[in-house]
T-cell receptor, first 114, second 117 residues
Framework: NAGVTQTPKFQVLKTGQSMTLQCAQD?????MYWYRQDPGMGLRLIYY???????DKGEVPNGYNVSRLNKREFSLRLESAAPSQTSVYFC?????????????FGPGTRLTVT | AQKITQTQPGMFVQEKEAVTLDCTYD???????LFWYKQPSSGEMIFLIY??????QNATEGRYSLNFQKARKSANLVISASQLGDSAMYFC??????????????FGSGTQLTVLP
């Protein structure tokens, strides 16, 4: 089992460029999440998908879009990158949304926007 | 008010000794989950241990145990027999229904643990 995988691991973008971060899980989890981690601010939820076919905004959704392609895959798109989106992005998955379910994280994508 | 408070920005422990990382939390929900994650310098977030609010026994996973004191709202992580590979940032986190429909994890600010040889 690979768990949660993310591509790419590193990316440098110029302001205004677009890109898609890919995430896949092989644990048959229903729920998937995208977080960003900024120094001194902890992890913040960008978007989540409770189950295949649904997506919802999290705490900091502006400037991002998501697609739940199927049960395994959940992608995050930056349409027009801004320096404020420089961060480490983590994808996570869990069995469901219940508070008792742990979330498993991917290795992260380190994104720099210049 | 902070939902998750980790008051130790940095901790040092001698190899083979036990160490306790502190975590207090704030919630008015009755059902919630408490989690500990490890983030080594390589950057990934590794799930370590989970404690449910209704669990009467403290959770244990190998060398990790969670000292859960519900009345004091604390969920301290105890690492026994520390190893050099335990050097990392440790995050306490909570999932609660009132955090929203996502029940997203709310993280503390972390404790940087350094294990000394």
């Amino acid at each position: 089992n690979a768990g949660v995988t993310q591509t790419p691991k590193f990316q440098v973008l110029k302001t205004g460029q677009s890109m898609t971060l890919q995430c896949a899980q092989d644990m048959n989890h229903n729920s998937m999440y995208w977080y960003r981690q900024d120094p001194g601010m902890g992890l913040r939820l960008i978007y989540y998908s409770a189950s295949e076919g649904t997506t919802d905004k999290g705490e900091v959704p502006n400037g991002y879009n998501v697609s739940r392609l199927n049960k395994r895959e959940f992608s995050l798109r930056l349409e027009s990158a801004a320096p404020s989106q420089t961060s480490v992005y983590f994808c996570a998955s869990s069995t469901g949304l219940a508070a008792t379910y742990e979330q498993y994280f991917g290795p992260g994508t380190r994104l720099t926007v210049t | 008010a902070q939902k998750i408070t980790q008051t130790q920005p940095g901790m040092f422990v001698q190899e083979k000794e036990a160490v306790t990382l502190d975590c207090t939390y704030d919630t008015s929900d009755q059902s919630y989950g408490l989690f500990w994650y490890k983030q080594p310098s390589s950057g990934e977030m590794i799930f370590l241990i989970y404690q449910g609010s209704y669990d009467e026994q403290n959770a244990t996973e190998g060398r990790y145990s969670l000292n859960f004191q519900k009345a004091r709202k604390s969920a301290n992580l105890v690492i026994s027999a520390s190893q050099l590979g335990d050097s990392a940032m440790y995050f306490c986190a909570m999932r609660e229904p009132s955090s929203g429909s996502a029940r997203q994890l709310t993280f503390g600010s972390g404790t940087q643990l350094t294990v000394l040889p």
